[in-house]
């Protein structure tokens, strides 16, 4: 019998979540939940209900695993907790200064319903949470270096949008080429926010708007551009669709560090992911952790896990005899 | 209270437990086993003892995990079951082939007893094995890769300096730069075995050795060099010792797919190590590891494990807390 998913919120990461489901076989759709009228959300899965939030409660004995699809400012704090009253639950919460409340406020509605609620999946946090930890795990006199990009930030491309004059905008974190070759050679540099990565807006402006106010108002926002080199274009709303309408990421989690009874060896552990698609990179993580939340469950198991809790085999649809023989 | 460790046999990798002990504040060395007469042996800790191999079973309430540091040819597939009778162990059990018999004996060894066994810790298998696992979880639809070096094969080494008129020798694994690209660009390329490594040959011969012969027997050598372009160089005695004792190695572990409805998406997921030191590097992760068997078996776990079965969290030395604070 297929493990029953359910989508909670069907955003881009919702979406990502029902593609994953099709390329896992026994993972099935059982249905999507969202806030809007379900008559007007049209899904890809021909199999799987579309229905509201208010109705998800009654259907907790159709669906094994709770995907919640929402937004870490407002939606999962609230969402994940409540849900795990009901059901297995896994979350990509990603606020990282706020994941010990998180976990705090999960792992109590999870150990008194009885179920598994895996938080914070995904690749930041998520697989690059991993490989920080097992490089430490490993060399654990070393230093620790995470560079995100090239990709598309959204948190920094609604903060364009909001400027006066600006019609739309992107985004892209790029790092900086120069300082990942110093970190991978071993030279365990002390980079400055600006040393590390770069940022380039993709600018589409109202008519008449004065560019020059609006690049300048860019290039000096706090927080978000000032401690950067920032280069901003001016381009079309055409150029904008045909160029940029992906969601590009990835980056690159290093960690350098010494061995020997003098530390007299370097060694450098680099994990790094280039991808098309953000989200369904996010949800093609979500979705195996999924399949272990059901996996820990059946086991008995309860209460909120992160990744690093999650034993590797669970995420896999081979058994643990086929995993030895191929992947190990 | 620290983790008391013990090392069976002390080559290379036994001397690289001990270094990376000393890095691991919660881990104390006990004893060394060897099967030579201890009085001969040598080592750098000194609140440590050296003990006959005999005396092991002797020992078993002094130690929490034994590390078995032996060969897996031969040494291994004996050792780890037979001490699993009475320790918690971990090996580096490398013959790929024979990974699902080896973990038949150690289970069966493990449980009888109610230890646990971690084998075939390391990199490859070990660290490389669980990134292909990983990947392969989330890129359902995708094409593994591993690429091996730029380091020296002990095997290849071994083959060289079989040779007559060899007197010393040292082979590196080199993988070729396009293929790897290639790899990268998602270009999904079927590689053969002398696309994807060439291999370059140091060799001392022995005076008056007809160094045509010799280089002709390197590069026409079944299994070890044949499917491979070979370069072989001649060197004296002082320019190996000088250029070439080290014992690096490394190398790349590449998962590309697609995610998406139609699959429109391609990501990159890329692992790699660049080691200075291949058995010190291995003793980390054996160490690491030998952490978590001992937290397993307090736990009451039992049977034979491998890095596929370990959630990552008993690995570090930090507790769930902290693991979720810093490194999430």
Redesign the interface.
């Known amino acids: 019998m297929s493990i029953r998913i359910g989508i909670m919120g069907y955003g881009n990461l919702g979406r990502?979540v029902?593609?994953?489901v099709?390329?896992?076989p026994d993972l099935e759709l059982a249905a999507v939940f969202t806030r809007r009228d379900p008559e007007t959300v049209k899904i890809?899965t021909e199999t799987a209900k579309v229905c509201h939030v208010d109705e998800a409660e009654k259907m907790k004995d159709e669906i094994d695993v709770l995907i919640i699809c929402g937004g870490s400012a407002t939606d999962l704090p609230v969402q994940t907790p409540k849900y795990a009253q009901w059901f297995n639950v896994v979350d990509s919460f990603d606020t990282?200064a706020r994941?010990?409340e998180h976990?705090e406020n999960v792992d109590k509605a999870a150990k008194e319903s009885g179920h598994v609620g895996i938080i914070?999946v995904g690749w930041d946090?998520g697989?690059f949470?991993?490989?920080?930890?097992?490089a430490?795990?490993?060399?654990?006199?070393g230093k620790d270096y995470t560079f995100w990009g090239k990709g598309v930030s959204q948190g920094h491309s609604d903060a364009i949008r909001r400027i006066d004059g600006v019609k739309d905008g992107k985004q892209y974190t790029i790092p900086v080429e120069a300082a990942l070759e110093s970190v991978?050679n071993g030279e365990n540099p002390e980079l400055t926010t600006r040393q590390k990565h770069t940022r380039e807006c993709f600018v589409v402006a109202e008519e008449g708007a004065d560019l020059a106010r609006i690049e300048q108002e860019i290039k000096t926002m706090p927080n978000y551009f000032a401690d950067y080199d920032t280069t901003v274009h001016f381009i079309s709303e055409e150029e904008l669709k045909r160029d940029h309408s992906g969601i590009p990421h990835g980056g690159f989690v290093i960690r350098t560090g010494s061995?020997?009874?003098d530390n007299e060896?370097?060694?450098?552990?680099?994990?790094?992911?280039?991808?098309?698609?953000n989200p369904?990179?996010t949800?093609?993580?979500i979705v195996?952790y999924a399949?272990a939340a059901y996996r820990m469950s059946q086991e008995g198991q309860k209460g909120c896990k992160?990744?690093?809790?999650?034993?590797?085999?669970y995420?896999?649809?081979m058994d643990?005899?086929e995993?030895?023989?191929h992947?190990?």
């Not at 430490?136 to 006199?141: G, K, V």
């Not at 060896?265 to 698609?277: A, F, G, R, T």
């Not at 992160?306 to 590797?312: E, G, K, L, S």
């Open positions: 990502g029902e593609c994953a099709k390329h896992n890809l990282h994941i010990p976990f914070s946090p697989m949470s991993l490989n920080r930890m097992y430490n795990a490993i060399l654990t006199n991978r061995t020997g009874w060896n370097k060694h450098v552990i680099e994990y790094s992911l280039k991808l098309d698609s369904e990179f949800s093609s993580v195996a399949r992160t990744v690093f809790d999650v034993a590797p085999a995420l896999s649809a643990g005899a995993l030895r023989k992947l190990l």
